[in-house]
């Protein structure tokens, strides 16, 4: 199973988005907020 890592670039797209608390090459840490949007849209 290969593993897929976010370049610079990514994590600079990403680390602008409003529901992202913290990222790296390796993973993304979400917001609570985001689970409060999701919840609602279900």
Known sequence: MSKKFFT??????????????KVTSK?????????VFLSLKA
């Open 27 to 35: 993973a993304i840490t979400y917001t609570s907020e985001l689970n």
């Open 8 to 21: 610079e670039k990514d994590v600079d797209i990403l680390s602008n988005n409003k529901y992202t608390k």
